[in-house]
């Protein structure tokens, strides 16, 4: 079972169906014990980071996350979801994050002035190790980015895919069962559906 949290930001509903696609079982809650209950968790996100970090807490949300990855159970953060997963971002104020990644969100700035921001559209990722999360993807793998801040100061070890925008910028990371991208996969077609089908396979 894929349990996706809603913490009330965002249209979630394209990443439900995604996993509905590959998944036969999928849920959507803001439930602090569904949630600690949970056998597979998705973290989504849209918006800004320090809105939704703080309906996480709203609602009770943050421990119930912990409890579960405590649990081994695989995690997989989505966009903000994915920022959400590091220590801090300076999106509009200083906002402090889960902390379960080492790593800092901060505003994407291209040294290329002709690229733009956001960054909206489609990009190759690099895989930089091998990764269950990453299995089966094509050699040249595009996946769809919507974003404007990005995860800095990661730990080398946690990277696992990056892309091409100006420079190179870590899109994708894993440290035990702690999955997050900085894509979305749910709007990256073949790509993203085997992302999705591969996170739906992992086990505890």
Known sequence: MITIIDYGIGNLRSIEKAFEHVSSGVIRTDD???????????????????????????????QPIFDAIARKVPFLGVCVGMQMLFESSSEKGQHT??????????????EDSALKVPHMGWNMISPVRATPLLNGLPENAYCYFAHS?????ANPNDVIATTEYGSSLPVAFARD????VQFHPEKSHEVGLQILSNFGELRA
């Open 32 to 62: 602090p014990e569904i949630i600690q209950q949970a056998d597979r968790l998705v973290l989504p996100g849209v918006g800004a980071f320090g809105a939704c970090i703080h309906e996480v807490r709203q609602r009770q949300l943050e």
């Open 177 to 180: 069962n702690i999955y997050g």
């Open 149 to 153: 801040f990005y995860a800095t100061k």
């Open 97 to 110: 994050g889960l902390g379960l990644l080492e790593g800092h969100v901060k505003e994407l700035k291209p």
